[in-house]
């Protein structure tokens, strides 16, 4: 066969793990987003069967054959759709390192510790957390060793889970550069706290009548390019896109944080979405749940909606007024006043609420406690003052309580440990690309102004979204902009922002 018919091969060899693939992405959508908390423990052998049949169904010796067969001329396609078989191809082998049992029991341990912890965060109390996420570490450093972790030397395990996220990434650059963007960031409070600018920001703790907020998000939403032709909004205790079938891509939001949080919240999510409606078809045809592909890359893509867009005057010369009519009380706030309090650098609390200076500073905390306890360096009842440790050492306030500390995102109890590190990969990924997307369009403010977000999505779509399924956050950079990974251009953009806030040199 030649290598175009094998592809196609593929593609119907395929259509079975992708169909069970998308039916336990709509089931795991559905337990955040809809199902009563009474029902979660009825819905576990579901979510179970669904995840097992997902993994059966892709890890057959048909398939294998096939994949093998067509690495052998992968060179005769498309360079990009070359690429992807061998994507696809890894994604088989590290599937095959577990047995469908081994998914099963694992989902199970998830399904219930999202429920508990849901109601964990909701009463602020760890310690009703604690015996789930005990499951979920143990089971997960099994799942290391599997990968081919060395039981016997527990600091394997997570440079092997880190690989499930960005799979060919050196967890050691990313941790240099997390380091870099730790110290930068305590300079840069410094310089802060020294200038005795404080920006109004009164306006962001103001309460917004919840049902505006709501209607809001989709509005934003599509300004920045979501089609809701092929996707829709709900909202969630923590936001979230999941793609769940061809043309069917959903974003998820929360309107309890306040205006930022919902604003900001939202044009993250939906640059999450746009990424995902914008991949070639065959991706989108041919993808299984056990899929191993850089989220770095797709978290660079919500980053650069939600702050390189988002958070520039240009946008909100156009979007303000709007804004001023949805939520009249506004009119007490000038542009200038709003567009500075939403580019502070300030610590807090939340994750998902802090400003772009101060992110990194959370993902780091992670990195370092979910990496200490998948080592049996921090026991479980220590994960609460560990995680307040590393806040305070970065940003000097420490977390009145588990809610604000470490109950706030549900990776741990979902089984994402070695995920947080992908967030910061994001974050400087994201003004890197930005950066050459702006040398390229350099009338991109008209379109800001405007409100057309048109040039930026078609250049990532090309750039970006066509090759983000294939290459790692680090090769996909040096391929756009001819540059290694670095945190010099997140920098750069921190500085844009905060430098005329307070009056930095």
């Known amino acids: 066969m030649s290598a175009r018919q094998l592809f196609e091969r593929l593609q119907k060899l395929m259509q079975v793990p992708t169909a069970w693939s998308y039916s336990y992405g709509l089931e795991a959508w559905y337990q955040r987003v809809y199902c009563p908390a ?149 300079d840069l409070l410094e310089r802060v706290r020294a200038s005795g600018v404080t920006p109004r920001t009164d306006f962001l ?57 919902a604003f900001f919240g939202v044009a993250h999510e939906a640059g999450h979405a746009i990424y995902d409606q914008n991949l070639p078809d065959y991706m989108v045809t041919t993808w299984v749940e056990a899929m191993r592909y850089s989220l770095g890359v797709h978290e660079s893509q919500s980053r650069g909606t939600e702050n390189g867009n988002c958070r520039s005057r240009p946008f909100w010369e156009f979007y303000y007024p709007k804004l001023q009519t ?9 542009l200038d006043e709003f567009v500075a309090g939403i580019n502070t650098a300030r610590p807090s609390f939340i ?38 440790q590393e806040i305070f050492d970065g940003l000097g306030i420490r977390p009145p309580n588990d809610a604000q500390g470490c109950l706030q995102d549900i990776h741990w ?30 009338d991109w403010e008209t379109h800001l102004r405007n409100g057309d977000f048109g040039s930026y999505n078609a250049w990532m779509c090309e750039h970006v979204h066509q090759r983000g399924m294939v290459d790692t956050a680090a090769e996909l950079v040096e391929r756009i902009t001819g540059k290694p990974l670095s945190t010099d251009a997140w920098k750069r953009r921190i500085m844009s922002g905060v430098r005329p806030v307070y009056g930095l040199n």
Not at 129 to 146: G, K, S
Request: hydrophobic share 40%.
């Open 205 to 261: 703790e103001w309460t917004y009548d919840p049902i505006a907020l709501k209607d809001l998000c989709p509005d934003v939403a599509k300004v920045v390019g979501f089609d809701f032709d092929r996707g829709g909004f709900d909202l969630t205790t923590h936001p979230f896109c999941v793609r769940l079938g061809v043309n069917d891509v959903r974003i998820t939001g929360r309107i309890t944080n306040g205006l930022a949080g």
């Open 326 to 334: 949805r939520f009249p009380r506004l009119q007490e706030v000038s």
């Open 351 to 388: 994750r998902v609420e802090a400003d772009e200076a101060t992110y990194n500073v959370h993902t780091r905390a992670r990195f370092r406690v979910e990496r200490g306890f998948i080592a049996g360096d921090i026991v479980v009842d220590d994960i609460p003052e560990a995680f307040n």
């Open 413 to 442: 109890g979902g089984g994402l440990i070695g995920y947080f590190p992908t967030y910061s990969i994001g974050n400087f990924m994201g003004p890197q690309v930005v950066e050459q997307f702006r040398q390229d369009v350099p």
């Open 38 to 186: 009474s029902a979660i423990a009825a819905r576990e052998f579901g979510a179970k069967l669904l995840a097992g049949m997902a993994h059966r169904t892709f890890i057959t010796d048909e398939n294998g054959q096939c994949l093998d067969d067509l690495v052998g001329v992968a060179d005769e396609l498309p360079t990009t759709q070359a690429a992807f078989v061998r994507r696809l191809k890894l994604s088989f082998d590290m599937a095959r390192q577990l047995d469908p049992e081994f998914v099963e029991r694992k989902e199970g341990i998830r399904t219930r510790s999202e429920a508990v912890w849901k109601v964990a965060r909701a009463e602020s109390n760890f310690k009703m957390f604690a015996p789930l996420l005990t499951e979920m570490i143990n089971i997960t450093r099994e799942e290391a060793i599997i990968r081919g972790a060395d039981a016997n030397n527990p600091s394997t395990f997570y440079p092997v889970l880190f690989n499930l996220y960005e799979p060919g990434m050196d967890i050691a650059l990313v941790e240099a550069m997390l380091d870099d963007a730790f110290a930068f960031t305590r």
